[in-house]
């Protein structure tokens, strides 16, 4: 059974910057794209910033130049740096992991709470 666990969500100020940790165990198959979403009170889960296991990323407008989305392949784990933070961004961050089994099938993190406020 897969696992995934975020962390590094917090509480920062307009400007700051956070980085976020998302670890993958516990899978017999490899693991593909990785991602990272948030979703606030009310609205849709939105994507923020995938990245393959070759290293091909992928952006949300709102965010592309701020985040930036890395991953070591060798710790199955995906790391999201988030710059120039805006209060906007305040959400619950999810990650996302494609396991290549067959069927391939998506598992999700617990989420962690980023907010940005003065």
Known sequence: QVQVVESGGGLVQPGGS???SCAASGSAFAIGA???YRQ???KQRELVATITSGGSTNY???VNGRFTISRDNAKNTAYLQMNG???EDTAVYYCSVRVLSWPARTTWGQGTQVTVSS
């Open 18 to 20: 956070l980085r976020l």
């Open 34 to 36: 990785m991602g990272w």
């Open 40 to 42: 606030t009170p009310g």
């Open 60 to 62: 949300v407008d709102s």
């Open 85 to 87: 933070l805006k209060p």
